[in-house]
C-alpha cells in the first residue's frame, strides 16, 4: 500500500438514511473501473446487458473483496486496531 491516508467517505443521497455508515476508505483500488457491453447469444436483441469490469482494479483482489479492505483498513487504523485478514474469504 502506498500510502494510509484516509479519505472522508461521502454516502449517495439514497444512502444517507442508512445506519452505520463508514467516516471514511484507504484508496486501493483504481476506480472507477468500466462498464462493458455483453453480448449473450441467449440474449434478446431488444435486450441490453452490460458488465461491471472489477477484473480491472488494478489490484491481484478484484471487485467487492478489494473494495471491502479499504473500508476495514480504514476503520482499523481511525480505531488504532491491528488487523489480520485472510486474502482469499470475505471474513475477518
Not at 449517495?12 to 445506519?19: D, I, N, Q, R, V
Not at 476506480?31 to 491481484?60: A, C, Q, Y
Not at 480505531?79 to 474469504?89: D, E, P, Q
Request: glycine share 2%; aromatic share 10%; with cysteine.
Amino acid at each position: 500500500m502506498s500510502s494510509t491516508r484516509l479519505i472522508p467517505f461521502r454516502a449517495a443521497k439514497w444512502a444517507s438514511k442508512l445506519k452505520h455508515l463508514p467516516e471514511a476508505y484507504v484508496k486501493l483500488s483504481q476506480t472507477p473501473t468500466p462498464i462493458h457491453k455483453w453480448n449473450l447469444n441467449e440474449v434478446p436483441k431488444n435486450f441490453e446487458m452490460s458488465i461491471k469490469r472489477d477484473d480491472f482494479t488494478g489490484n491481484l483482489l478484484s471487485g467487492n473483496k478489494v473494495r471491502k479492505l479499504e473500508f476495514i483498513f480504514a476503520d482499523a487504523i481511525l480505531k488504532k486496531k491491528h488487523l489480520c485478514y485472510n486474502l482469499w474469504r470475505n471474513s475477518i
